[in-house]
């Protein structure tokens, strides 16, 4: 069993950042994809970034481009997502996901494809 845990969500202004984290652990010497993924109100669960187990390959949702970045440190079995330049329309709840995987370079951004979810994390951001 792999668990995925989330951190670093809350309530922030319009212009301004937050530090996602996302821990894994049970099973260990295993190569995970992994996944930002969110959902507001009313709306499908969407990938808005993510970032092949060697890290050199990422993918980014064009709405977000250019103002989060995703990064990892395996060596701690951590996944960070940086939003910068918040809007309102980024409120919603952050998943992050972990697919296994045999590809260095996998890089995955359809729901379907991921095993392992965290619970999440709110974020809001005031206008």
């Known amino acids: 069993q792999v668990h995925v845990v989330e951190s670093g969500g809350g309530l922030v202004q319009a212009g301004g950042s937050l530090r996602l984290s996302c821990a894994t652990s049970g099973r260990i010497y295993s190569n995970y994809a992994m996944g930002w993924f969110r959902q507001g109100p009313g709306n499908e669960r969407e990938c808005v970034a993510a970032?092949?187990?060697?890290?050199?390959?990422?993918y980014y949702a064009n709405s977000v481009k250019g103002r989060f970045t995703i990064s990892r440190d395996n060596a701690k079995n951590q996944v960070y997502l940086q939003m910068n330049s918040l809007k309102p329309e980024d409120t919603a709840v952050y998943y992050c996901?972990?697919?296994?995987?045999?590809?260095?370079?996998?890089?995955?951004?359809?729901?379907?494809?991921?095993?392992?979810w965290g619970q999440g994390t709110q974020v809001t951001v005031s206008s």
């Open positions: 996901a972990a697919h296994l995987t045999a590809m260095v370079r996998q890089v995955l951004s359809s729901r379907g494809e991921y095993e392992y």
């Open positions: 970032i092949s187990w060697g890290g050199g390959s990422t």
